[in-house]
């Protein structure tokens, strides 16, 4: 509960207004916008809590039920493509080029069970491929850790006999 305090205007004098301020329990529904996850707050987007009202386009335009805007104008055009696909046959009277020609012919179908074929053994070969460096790296590491054991017990070995003598 809340106490708000307001001025009468006739007389000068305060008056206490008890407001009641009732608590929605309930989450308000998320419209969009950002919720931070380490605190909690949500931030909403502008566009779902503002309320504004959209101009009609048709507005301050003309009419168009005339003959006029009902008639389409048609506009023809030619389109030169970039890549030539005519050919040209070889005469006696006409010289063609052949220099950069090249002859193009269809490839095999390749359908997508030979695409998940491919895939899966390209997949398998990657595999093999890494688990034997896997397997390599290894091996090199406990060879490295086996000389190195060697190493220590001829070094305490030696240590030993000097104490010895």
């Known amino acids: 509960m809340s106490v708000h305090l307001l001025r009468a205007e006739a007389r000068g004098e305060m008056v206490r207004i008890p407001v009641a301020i009732i608590r929605e329990d309930s989450r308000k529904l998320y419209l969009g ?9 949500v931030y909403h987007h502008a566009s ?11 507005d301050n335009m003309p009419e168009r039920f005339t003959r006029q805007t009902q008639t389409v104008d048609v506009v023809t055009r030619s389109i030169q493509t970039v890549r030539e696909s005519a050919t040209q046959m070889k005469r006696r ?4 080029d052949e220099s950069k020609d090249k002859s193009l012919a269809p490839q095999d179908y390749f359908s997508s069970d030979a695409l998940a074929a491919l895939r899966e053994e390209k997949t398998l070969f990657l595999q093999c491929q890494w688990r034997g460096y ?3 790296k290894l091996a090199w590491q406990l060879r ?14 030696e240590r030993k006999r000097a104490e010895v003598r």
């Open 134 to 136: 896997c397997a390599r």
């Open 93 to 96: 009277d006409l010289y063609i």
């Open 144 to 157: 490295e850790e086996a000389a190195d054991k060697r190493e220590r017990m001829y070094a305490e070995e």
């Open 48 to 58: 779902s809590q503002t309320t504004f009202e959209r101009a009609n386009k048709w």
């Open 33 to 41: 916008g950002y919720r931070n996850k380490k605190t909690g707050v």
